[in-house]
């Protein structure tokens, strides 16, 4: 399918601008802050729909967020443009491997290390 190759692609560049760690980050924060809202909206006597406007206002900025995580990326030269595909890979010398895929495989050695002290 024609389709299936487009969906592919968007996951693997989303994978790679770090959007769904960023999303996922964001919902963290925006579920911490909802339940810290609810535990101090009575006890500082704030309105009844404090809750709905900081739900709401949190739901608005998880597709900014998305947006600002596919267009910018943090790093050690601060908040840059991220680079196309072509150009990211055309930067890293041939053969050798990416930081991200360097430290899957130290994650799973130590992860299979683990599971064997384990039994």
């Known amino acids: 399918m024609v389709g299936s190759g487009r969906i592919a692609a968007f996951v693997k560049e989303a994978r790679r601008r770090k959007v769904f760690q960023s999303v996922v980050a964001y919902v963290a924060v925006s579920l911490v802050l909802m339940e810290l809202v609810g535990n101090v909206q009575q006890a500082l006597l704030f309105p009844d729909w404090t809750s709905r406007l900081v739900t709401f ?15 910018f990326d943090i790093g050690a030269k601060g ?10 890979t055309r930067d890293q010398p041939a053969g050798s491997a990416s930081q991200g895929s360097r430290r899957a495989g130290a994650v799973a050695g130590t992860t299979s290390s683990a599971r064997l002290d384990l039994k």
């Open 79 to 88: 908040v840059v443009r991220t680079a196309p595909a072509d150009e990211a």
């Open 57 to 71: 206002l949190l739901m608005l900025g998880l597709p900014v967020v998305a947006v600002l995580a596919w267009v």
